[in-house]
């Protein structure tokens, strides 16, 4: 079964606008975190945000804030205030305990598009 | 700067070739984790090591090896390379279990 799901492969966003990408994740552990991290074309991972279980508040960090809502399982992140360099593939990540250590399981990802 | 140092950037093999992917962290984490990454399919991870001297298979283990050298350097091995192994392969390294995880720069390798 998937651990990360992120059912929107694809999203368009105006610049200026605000635009929320999806992600959905499984376990049963109750210690875990959530990463978002996003990936330029150049290729390299760049992380963004992170969401501890335990955490009451939803994180953010400048136009980055992940909308954490435990009951249904859902870490979605939210950028405010899109701009063309934000355009870009998002990866939702879950860190989990497993085999007595911490492991770090992505979902497919969603590619973003900002449009002037 | 302070990361993770990934080499080679590009690869090109031939079937059954062998070649080591190697990889280093400056920050001085404990774990390190090889991953790789297929269109479509987010980044899955390959193996790891929680601390020096220990490895670890993780979810697509078959064809690959690795050696975790000292706390910094955690090399990836392919013995004998196969056209499925074509695909983007990114190193990481994690200090606390709540720190954002570190990725080098991605070696992309291609199996003909």
């Known amino acids: 079964a998937q651990k990360i799901t992120q059912t929107q492969p694809g999203m368009f966003v105006q610049e200026k606008e605000a635009v929320t990408l999806d992600c959905t994740y499984d376990?049963?552990?109750?210690?875990?975190?959530l990463f978002w991290y996003k990936q330029p074309s150049s290729g390299e991972m760049i992380f963004l945000i992170y969401?501890?279980?335990?955490?009451?508040q939803n994180a953010t960090e400048g136009r980055y804030s992940l909308n954490f809502q435990k009951a249904r399982k859902s870490a979605n992140l939210v950028i405010s205030a899109s701009q063309l360099g934000d355009s870009a593939m998002y990866f939702c990540?879950?860190?989990?305990?497993?085999?007595?250590?911490?492991?770090?399981?992505f979902g497919a990802g969603t590619r973003l598009a900002v449009h002037p | 700067n302070a990361g993770v140092t990934q080499t080679p950037k590009f690869q090109v093999l031939k079937t059954g070739q062998s070649m080591t992917l190697q990889c280093a962290q400056d920050?001085?984490?404990?774990?390190m984790y090889w991953y790789r990454q297929d269109p479509g399919m987010g980044l899955r991870l390959i193996y790891y090591?929680?601390?020096?001297?220990?490895?670890d298979k993780g979810e697509v283990p078959n064809g690959y090896n690795v050696s975790r050298l000292n706390k910094r350097e955690f090399s990836l091995r392919l013995e004998s390379a196969a056209p499925s192994q074509t695909s983007v392969y990114f190193c990481?390294?994690?200090?606390?279990?709540?720190?954002?995880?570190?990725f080098g720069s991605g070696t992309r390798l291609t199996v003909v």
């Open positions: 990481a390294s994690r200090g606390t279990p709540d720190s954002g995880y570190t």
């Open positions: 376990t049963s552990d109750q210690s875990y975190g």
């Open positions: 969401q501890g279980s335990y955490d009451e």
């Open positions: 990540a879950m860190r989990e305990l497993s085999g007595g250590y911490n492991k770090l399981i």
């Open positions: 920050m001085n984490h404990n774990s």
């Open positions: 090591s929680a601390s020096e001297g220990t490895t």
